[in-house]
């Protein structure tokens, strides 16, 4: 198909026309796949990237910002949303990292205090004892390793209220772990 053709099923895109989406997938599906794993090294996320651009595609209806050059945008969304996924990727893994860090620092505290339980038991009981908002966005982010937006939505609030109930809380448990070793 040329661009004369990708043009062609725009307008019939533009018109809602499904057979027209169907040709687009058909034709940018495996390109698109092959161009999102070399960004994500994953042939599943890869997979699933494109998918999901695809069904954003047709349901919000991103078909009505193609121009003239559809494979150009096609591929610049995959690099965007490829990126983006890297991003969020490398911040769980420093998250991840920074909470093994404690736990070490943990373990080495609980070894330097002659393996106290009490540590352990305050900080167990700091979190039992705080608001619940704050608890359970700590136990969805920390614990259960969900994302803010989905963590928001479980709890019926803002992102920027879990936020502050994550700062807060955290806030609480680093008191526990200073008044402990000090």
Same mark, same amino acid.
């Given at each position: ?5 990708? $043009? ?71 690099? !965007? ?28 505290? $609980? ?47 803002? $992102? !920027? ?22």
């Amino acid at each position: 198909m040329s661009v004369q053709e990708d $043009i062609q099923l725009v307008h019939r895109l533009k018109q809602d026309d499904l057979t027209a989406f169907d040709a687009l997938y058909l034709k940018y599906y495996a390109l698109l796949c092959t161009n999102a794993f070399f960004f994500l090294k994953d042939e599943q996320e890869a997979k699933d990237l494109v998918q999901t651009l695809f069904l954003d595609l047709w349901d919000k209806q991103l078909y009505m910002n193609f121009h003239d050059d559809v494979r150009g945008y096609l591929f610049r969304a995959v690099k !965007n949303r490829c990126l983006n996924h890297l991003a969020k990727q490398r911040i769980r893994n420093k998250r991840e990292q920074g909470f093994t860090k404690i736990a070490l620092q943990e373990e080495a505290g $609980i070894s330097n205090l002659e393996h106290n339980d009490d540590h352990y038991s305050r900080l167990h009981m700091a979190l039992e004892e705080m608001p619940v908002q704050k608890r359970a966005a700590i136990r969805m982010v920390y614990l259960h390793g969900k994302k803010y937006r989905d963590a928001a939505a479980v709890m019926r609030i803002s $992102i !920027n209220s879990l936020k502050t109930h994550l700062q807060t809380g955290l806030r609480i448990l680093r008191g526990e772990i200073n008044s402990k070793i000090n």
